[in-house]
C-alpha cells in the first residue's frame, strides 16, 4: 500500500514531541534497533563493539539517532514530495555505508513500536498511516537501490 497525503498529514499531528526533541526519540529508536536486532549494530561502525550499557548515553548513538528523526520529520513535512531526500538517503547507504534495504524495514517496524509507546494517542488509525509512510519510503528507496545497481 502506498502512502497518501492524509496519511503524512495524521502521522505529523502527533509528531510534535518527537520533533521537539529528535536526539532522545532517535536515541530510543537506536538501542530499541540494537536490541531487538543485535546483528544491525554491525553495520554501525562507531557501535560495533560496544556493550548496551555503552550504547546508553552515548553521544554517537544520540547524534546518529536525531539524524534518522530529523530525516524522518523532513519525510513526514514533505506529504510525500520527497523523492530527493530519498535519493540522497539511497545513494550514501547503497554507496558509502553499504546498508542493505532488508535494514530499512527493520527500523521501520522499530520506529512504529517506538511511536505507539512514546507517542499519546498514537492509535491503530495513526499506527497505519506510519506504516504506510515508512512502506512508501522503502519502496521508493529500493528504486533508487535498484537505479545504483546496489544489491549486497
Known amino acids: 500500500m502506498s502512502a497518501c497525503e492524509a496519511d503524512y498529514k495524521t502521522v505529523f499531528s502527533f509528531w510534535t514531541p518527537v520533533e521537539a526533541d529528535p536526539r532522545c526519540y532517535g536515541e530510543i529508536i537506536l538501542l530499541r534497533l540494537f536490541e531487538t536486532h543485535p546483528d544491525v549494530q554491525k553495520l554501525f561502525p562507531k557501535f560495533v563493539d560496544l556493550s548496551k550499557e555503552q550504547l546508553q548515553n552515548n553521544p554517537g548513538v544520540q547524534a546518529h539517532g536525531e539524524i534518522v528523526v530529523c530525516k524522518l520529520t523532513e519525510i513526514l513535512k514533505s506529504n510525500g514530495k520527497c ?70
Not at 520506529?111 to 495513526?126: H, S
Open 83 to 152: 523523492k530527493e531526500i530519498i535519493k540522497a538517503l539511497a545513494e550514501s547507504h547503497a554507496k558509502q555505508h553499504k546498508i542493505p534495504l532488508v535494514n530499512f524495514k527493520i527500523i521501520s517496524d522499530v520506529i512504529v513500536t517506538v511511536a505507539t509507546e512514546k507517542l499519546d494517542g498514537f492509535g491503530p488509525d495513526a499506527q497505519t498511516a506510519l506504516k504506510n509512510v515508512l512502506k512508501t519510503f522503502q519502496i521508493e528507496l529500493e528504486v533508487f537501490y535498484d537505479e545504483l545497481g546496489f544489491k549486497p
